[in-house]
């Protein structure tokens, strides 16, 4: 069964929780069905336990569960009729839509490959599908999660450290603030999965450097499609012949941006890509092509570009709006050496042309991510 026979064991908010902590609720027989909202959780009630909880109860009264994290509305007319899992999407390719799985298709096949078992810190909303991804391959595995979603980036890297974490499963941009934290003192950790967003070279080579012997895989899914496939060669991108293969079914296409192709359904993931003689690299996202004046301006390109300059440790790139030229660039940068940072980005905005210069430059300790774990660059 889904959790009883496991030995997983949970930590959230300090609190510990094991399987057998867990059993069936009789009221979800006379419900039609279960949401649980990811906003209006009280704090003193912890959100993966009701998750774990709310699945329980969807199993044996068969019934739809929804995880609801930004309190989207939902249309209750076209909910299925037996248990299945309701995610809305991050909303990243268009307005937030409810996707249902069967519980089988979401189940991670990555069994526990040693005899001591691995801890889990949760970077992801607990709600998101990467983020319960996490939750699952932990329940499957026989691991240990550390969970905190009220946490900040230098709390959770906190708990990593006290609760010695060995496994992480986050962002490029929430690994990034990670090892921002971890300057002086880091986990010792073996494996990394990177998902979410673009999972650049410089990004891949410092999470090699600062964790040399860790497996590190970059993982590319959506919401919709599921995991379609995991890159492990300490490369960006995926290799050319990939193109050529099929994912769980699905096929994928390359026109302005990836298409993803399954019998009649065919997804746009809005993700750009360029293709070399034995690699497809992604570029960025179409909706980070921001117009500024009447010229385009590829705001990732310029965060690619901010990162590489020695001083700055991280960046985020996005736009303001403007009355004048509709919208204006702007720049956030991390560095330990702000100074010598102002010195190297001041330069290298002079080679930009002028509808790409950032025109406001601010320097802080910490990014600001969503509660994704990701870069917002657009208005």
Not at 14 to 27: H, L, M, P, Q, T
Not at 285 to 308: F, H, P, T, Y
Request: charged content about 20%; overall charge neutral; glycine content about 6%.
């Amino acid at each position: 069964m889904f959790l009883q026979s496991g030995s997983f064991k949970l930590i959230e908010h300090g609190e510990s929780y094991e399987a057998k902590d867990f059993s069936y609720s009789k009221a979800p027989s006379l419900m039609e069905y279960i949401e649980l909202s990811g906003t209006r959780h009280n704090s003193q009630q912890n959100l993966v336990v009701q998750m774990l909880q709310a699945i329980i109860d969807g199993i044996s009264a068969n019934i739809p569960v929804i995880f609801n994290r930004s309190n989207q509305g939902v249309n209750f007319d076209k909910l299925p009729k037996e248990f299945c899992i309701g995610l809305f999407t991050s909303g990243t390719t268009g307005p937030a839509k409810l996707v249902f799985h069967f519980l089988h298709d979401l189940m991670p096949n990555n069994k526990r490959k040693s005899e001591a078992a691995s801890c889990w810190l949760l970077c992801y909303h607990p709600m998101s599908y990467a983020g319960l991804q996490v939750i699952l391959q932990v329940i499957v595995a026989n691991d240990v999660l550390v969970a905190d979603v009220d946490a900040n980036v230098r709390q959770k890297a906190q708990l990593a450290i006290e609760h010695q974490v060995n496994a992480l499963s986050a962002t490029p941009s929430f690994i990034r603030a990670l090892l921002l934290c971890w300057q002086k003192t880091k986990p010792i950790v073996h494996l990394i999965s990177l998902g979410g967003e673009i999972a650049d070279q410089g990004t891949l080579d410092a999470v090699k450097s600062s964790f040399p012997d860790a497996a590190l895989r970059h993982i590319y899914a959506t919401t919709e499609s599921g995991v379609i496939f995991s890159v492990k060669d300490d490369l960006a991108g995926f290799p050319k012949k990939w193109l050529q293969a099929s994912f769980n079914g699905w096929h994928i296409q390359i026109k302005d941006t990836l298409i993803l192709v399954k019998d009649t359904c065919q997804i746009d993931t809005g993700d750009c890509v360029a293709v070399t003689e034995d690699r497809v690299l992604f570029t960025g996202r179409r909706d980070n092509v921001v117009n500024v004046g009447g010229a385009k301006v590829n705001l990732e390109d310029i965060e690619r570009q901010l990162i590489q300059l020695e001083h700055v440790r991280d960046a985020r790139v996005f736009v303001k709006a403007n009355p004048i030229t509709g919208a204006l660039v702007c720049a956030e940068i991390c560095s330990v050496e702000t100074e010598l940072a102002k010195q190297a980005i001041n330069f290298f905005c002079q080679q930009l042309a002028a509808e790409a210069r950032p025109r406001i430059v601010t320097y802080c300790e910490q990014l600001t991510l969503t509660p994704a774990g990701k870069k917002q660059r657009c208005l």
